[in-house]
């Protein structure tokens, strides 16, 4: 069976020099997508240095909270993000929030690692 290859739309949904900073050991990959819908806000987890998110569609409201912000970033002030636009590099520690500041449901696509202890294995830590 062959496939008209023009019909495959193919598109980079994160782009991350990942493998030069994953943590040594077993560790817990998780690669969700999560849909926000319109006037909606999320706390999401402190960032570790082992994640990494992309708007895949809609706006994005996003606040920083912290003292080693991005250079240009200001603790607690949102900035509105496109899916055009590059997502900060996060200091661990750093407290996010996100809000859909659109009209459509917003999507994004988010990576975890997340290191196991030695008393934890992975079907523990689910």
Known sequence: MSYDQTLIHKEIALDTEAHESLPPGASRVVFDRLTIPPG?????????????????????????????????????????????????????????????????????LRLRVIPQSNSTSPAAAT
């Open 40 to 108: 909606t806000s999320m706390m999401a987890e402190a960032a570790t240095g082992e994640d990494w998110f992309d708007i895949d569609t809609g706006l994005l409201g996003l606040t920083l909270i912290g003292d080693a912000l991005p250079n240009g970033w200001q603790s607690g002030h949102e900035r509105e993000l496109t899916t055009n636009d590059p997502i900060p590099l996060l200091v661990p520690g750093t407290d996010i929030s996100m809000h859909n500041i659109g009209q459509d449901p917003l999507v994004i």
